[in-house]
């Protein structure tokens, strides 16, 4: 059973850094074609791709973005990692954790999602 | 970046109606487009990709249809449970992948 759950801080500064941690089980990200990503979605709009982390450390990133994000993984505590810099109240949205499904880019299981709000 | 459309915004449909959902590409995805549901307060579930597989555990009243950039999601009979917003998503233009607006289906 695929699992996975997004952890951090609910409240950010504008010009601060955002850790996100996503925490999953059920698959490991040492096994071949295994990929997670990241994707959020300000309050009553649509999804926005962030990121994403290959078994094999391939990282992809969206290109609007690409500046400010790094995603790292912890295959020993099965864990994924994105930091977004300079943080914008424009970046206040929910942060989606996910399994990819194989190497293609679409995402069969999610986390539950954290709030991150962006204010002074 | 490619960018997806999806119209129409809202679709007011009665339980027991067909509901067709569009989805249009400014560039061909091949058939590397995936479908989602959403519900208010959770995540996106998947229900489709590869344009027309149905992903595990979908009711076979979802179907999806289309290749290049015209893409179309049908559901033959709406349940209770199907209100909610859809949203397509290409994975063919690799780095930037790209979710549409989303189609909300709400009742009539």
């Known amino acids: 059973q695929i699992t996975l759950k997004e952890s951090g801080p609910t409240l950010v500064k504008p010009t601060q850094t955002l850790t996100l941690t996503c925490t999953f089980s059920g698959f490991s990200l040492s096994t071949s074609g295994v990929g997670v990503g990241w994707i959020r979605q300000p309050p009553g709009k649509a999804l926005e791709w962030l990121a994403l982390?290959?078994?094999?450390?391939?990282?992809r990133y969206s290109p609007s973005l690409k500046s400010r994000l790094t995603i790292t993984k912890d295959t020993s505590k099965n864990q994924v990692v994105l930091t977004m810099t300079n943080m914008d109240p424009v970046d206040t949205a929910t942060y989606y954790c996910?399994?990819?499904?194989?190497?293609?880019?679409?995402?069969?299981?999610w986390g539950q999602g954290t709030l991150v709000t962006v204010s002074s | 970046e490619i960018v997806m459309t999806q119209s129409p915004a809202t679709l007011s449909v009665s339980p027991g109606e067909r509901a067709t959902l569009s989805c249009r590409a400014s560039q061909s995805v091949s058939s590397n487009l995936a479908w989602y549901q959403q519900k208010p307060g959770q995540a996106p579930r998947l229900l489709i990709y590869g344009a027309s597989t149905r992903a595990t555990g979908i009711p076979a009243r979802f179907s999806g249809s289309g290749s290049g950039t015209e893409f179309t999601l049908t559901i033959s009979s709406l349940q209770s449970e199907d209100f909610a917003v859809y949203y397509c998503?290409?994975?063919?233009?690799?780095?930037?992948?790209?979710f549409g607006g989303g189609t909300k289906v709400e009742i009539k």
């Open positions: 996910a399994h990819d499904y194989g190497d293609y880019g679409f995402f069969d299981y």
């Open positions: 998503q290409q994975y063919n233009n690799w780095p930037a992948l790209t």
């Open positions: 982390i290959y078994w094999n450390d391939d990282k």
